[in-house]
């Protein structure tokens, strides 16, 4: 049960650019008393400026320099750090789980706004869930960044030349603006990086982007496509057109056509859905969706309710006919595309409507952008670009799309740091020490003498417990002896699995070995259905 209770007029689940834009119009509208009456749910405390992602995997930008504190941003709205659980919208609350210490906490509201973009699903293609990188988050960039020079540092002390080939063999899934701006980022940062590897051949690195499609980005002017395929095959990058990703492990990637590449470094860019919390909802209130994404009004509301708001990815907001790419033809775009532009018009228009809402009125403004035009960043100084049905490409494109998202991008603290790291980058080497933590051991062996207490009663469960020697003693809050645990035995499971406070202190009667399991992979084993078989039911 939820241990706490809030209530705010409106909720904006999502620290995207929608959600942030929509509480920044808040602010304006209903000024300090927004504190009070609206509250912004972000998974992380921070905002992600999307755009200048694969620059952070490329080691050109620090990954610090390419975030801002939501509370900064939004300093007039109360700012929850949490991860939505439920959403209960005919009851007007949701559920927020806060950590480990806080537990559960209930949030109602008046109006809701959902902005919680998309997931990443990549089950349908065989094994690039387990072995594939990403290209979703600020964490996804630096786990990339570090693997490139891993492998790099792998195939320095490896003999065999067809090995070393493997290890310096990268592929890209995905030639949508993503995976191209990931690729040249990776062009550039390879190329550079191998040459403080003098003992790699100069022929061993190889750099493969696959696409689905007979070119790249679609989005872009067929001309402009043609000249970024022109410019990455130029500077060495592998392309592979109208090609499909059938299946992979961890060292090989296959293809419909039963090509195969040997490579142990795959970057996927597409896989794109639905977030479940919002196809759950639409589900169950029967709303209407457009490709999982809640389908809207001209004024940003969701079809149907007048309790609920959308904007970003997770919406389909209608384009108006005049206004869409197209007009005229049966392939014209029906609804807003999902990029950054217009995630940040919707957000900052719907602010304007629900504080209109929560007054009591009813004249809500439509939804009115055509699109600015499409940036996409190439590396090696050069871009493409097409901005007011005008068509750059080059150097000056370059200069344009680093100009556009330096403008764009919040705060000008972050302005100044990441013209600082671009000005710096134009004289020195990319930065390549690997920062790579190494990852918390999940099973740790543990010793404890007579009198020493593993958990106590009340507390947040984290392990689960194995027994190896000697006798561990599990009392009630009251102090009485439930059970005593002899080798062999284990217990946690349920507690963990279910994530309750500890029922019972569990204390060392004597010197004793016991294994300790983390929570989270003890639940990784559950979701797989590798369920353990608890010695004593009791006892779990």
């Not at 995207?16 to 008393?33: D, K, R, T, V």
């Not at 000249?227 to 060495?236: A, K, Q, T």
């Not at 419909?256 to 479940?276: C, K, L, M, Q, Y």
């Amino acid at each position: 049960m939820p241990a706490s209770s809030l209530h705010f007029d409106a909720v904006i689940a999502g620290g995207g650019f929608a959600g942030i834009y929509c509480a920044q119009a808040l602010e304006a509208e209903l000024g300090n008393s927004a504190r009070e009456r609206v509250a912004l749910i972000a998974s992380e405390n921070f905002m992600l400026f999307q755009p200048m992602l694969a620059e952070v995997a490329g080691s050109g930008l620090s990954p610090r320099h390419v975030v801002n504190p939501i509370r900064q941003l939004c300093r007039k709205v109360t700012v929850l750090r949490g991860e939505i659980t439920d959403i209960d919208l005919d009851a007007h609350h949701l559920t927020v789980r806060a950590g480990d210490f806080v537990g559960e906490v209930k949030v109602t509201f008046r109006h809701l706004v959902a902005g919680l973009g998309g997931i990443v699903d990549l089950s349908r293609v065989p094994g690039m869930a387990e072995h594939a990188f990403l290209m979703k988050n600020i964490g996804d960039a630096l786990k990339l960044r570090d693997a490139l020079i891993g492998r790099f540092e792998e195939a320095n002390l490896e003999e065999d030349p067809e090995d070393v080939r493997r290890l310096l063999t990268f592929v890209i899934v995905g030639g949508g603006f993503s995976g191209v701006e990931t690729a040249g980022q990776m062009l550039d940062f390879t190329r550079e990086m191998a040459g403080f590897y003098p003992r790699l051949p100069a022929d061993a690195l190889r750099i493969v982007l696959i696409h689905g499609r007979e070119r790249l980005m679609p989005e872009l002017s067929a001309s402009l496509a043609i000249y970024c395929e022109e410019n990455l095959r130029h500077r060495g990058l592998e392309i592979l057109l109208n090609a499909r990703v059938t299946g992979m492990t961890a060292g090989r990637i296959h293809l419909e056509d039963g090509r195969a590449i040997e490579s142990r470094t795959v970057v996927s860019t597409v896989g794109n859905a639905p977030h479940p919390l919002l196809a759950a909802l639409a589900k169950k209130c029967g709303l209407a969706c457009d490709k999982g994404r809640l389908l809207t009004d001209a004024t940003l509301r969701v079809k149907g309710r007048t309790d609920l708001w959308a904007a970003g990815d997770c919406a389909a907001v209608p384009m108006p006919p005049n206004l869409r790419p197209g007009a005229g033809a049966p392939s014209a775009q029906e609804f807003s595309p999902s990029t950054a532009q217009f995630a940040t018009r919707q957000g900052a228009l719907l602010g304007k409507n629900l504080a209109r809402a929560l007054h009591g009125a009813d004249d809500f403004l439509p939804f009115h952008f055509r699109g600015l035009g499409e940036l996409a960043s190439l590396g090696h100084h050069a871009a493409a670009a097409e901005i007011l049905g005008l068509k750059f490409s080059g150097f000056f494109a370059w200069w344009l799309w680093r100009s556009v998202y330096l403008m764009k991008l919040p705060g000008l603290e972050r302005k100044l740091r990441v013209l600082l790291d671009w000005t710096l980058d134009l004289f020195f080497p990319a930065d390549i020490t690997s920062f790579q933590a190494q990852p918390t051991q999940v099973l740790k062996q543990m010793r404890v003498e007579k009198g020493d207490v593993l958990c106590h009663a009340g507390e947040p469960a984290f392990s689960f417990y194995i027994v190896k020697t000697g006798l561990i003693e599990l009392r009630n809050p009251a102090g009485a002896v439930e059970r005593t645990m002899t080798p062999g035995r284990h217990f946690g499971k349920g507690t963990v699995l279910r994530n309750l406070p500890w029922p019972y202190t569990a204390t060392a009667m004597e010197p004793s070995e016991v294994m300790a399991i983390s929570g989270r992979t003890l639940k990784a084993i559950s979701n797989a259905r590798m369920a353990l078989r608890p010695a004593d039911p009791a006892a779990t």
